[in-house]
């Protein structure tokens, strides 16, 4: 199965759901227009407390549709958006790509992968029993967060559903995604 869209979403608050759009067009050095998360520097209220002047490693939010059929499972419905990312995507496994990995979306934009987002306490204001349901242990015992990873737009465009993913890996040794 190739790599694809499935939703964007947006918000200009922060609001922790983002609602679908038709299309959303990230910015370079930016992130997503017209999204309360966009900016050159940090705008998660948490990390804003700490140092509003850091750099934001977190501008693009992207989830794996196949979480949400995880969470089905479990019995947990979720739609795309609901878990607060701007891209939802299908057939590409986020959580197993380095630090570095460059994500081509739609004709021109490219994000590149800073981390993995760390899941917090208002993911159970979605479902009670959400928050345990995204996290598990791998066969080491590590602590393994499902909740989506972050980036930051190298390259600008419209991104919408349906448009393919292709990945570029970065030189190795790769580095494993770890929060941020």
Same mark, same amino acid.
């Given at each position: 199965? @190739?790599?694809?869209?499935? $939703?964007?979403? =947006? ?6 759901? !983002?609602? #679908? ?12 227009? %017209? ?5 050159? *520097?940090? !705008?998660?209220?948490?990390?804003? !407390? ?5 750099? #934001? ?21 979720? /739609?795309?958006?609901?878990? &607060?990312?701007?891209?939802? *995507? ?15 979306? %739609? /004709?021109? $934009?490219?994000?590149?992968? *800073? %981390?993995?987002? #760390? ?8 479902? !009670? ?6 996290? @598990?242990? @791998? ?7 499902? $909740?989506?990873?972050? &980036?930051?737009?190298? *390259?600008? %465009?419209?991104? =919408?559903? &349906? ?18």
């Amino acid at each position: 199965m @190739d790599a694809s869209v499935v $939703a964007v979403s =947006r918000s200009p608050t922060h609001s922790f759901s !983002k609602p #679908n759009a038709d299309g959303i067009r990230l910015v370079a050095g930016m992130g997503v227009e %017209g999204d309360a998360h966009a900016g050159e *520097t940090v !705008k998660h209220r948490s990390r804003v !407390k700490v140092d509003p002047g850091q750099p #934001n490693l977190r501008q693009v939010h992207l989830i794996h549709a196949e979480l949400f059929d995880e969470l089905a499972r479990k019995g947990f419905s979720v /739609a795309p958006g609901e878990m &607060g990312e701007n891209i939802t *995507t299908r057939g590409l496994d986020l959580l197993a790509l380095p630090v570095g990995a460059r994500l081509h979306l %739609g /004709a021109s $934009a490219v994000v590149e992968l *800073t %981390g993995l987002r #760390n899941p917090c306490v208002q993911i159970d204001r979605i479902r !009670k029993g959400l928050m345990a349901a995204v996290l @598990d242990r @791998d066969r080491e015992g590590r602590l393994v967060l499902k $909740a989506g990873v972050m &980036g930051i737009v190298l *390259t600008g %465009g419209e991104v =919408r559903p &349906g448009d393919g993913i292709a990945v570029t890996l970065p030189p190795e040794p790769h580095r494993r995604l770890k929060r941020v």
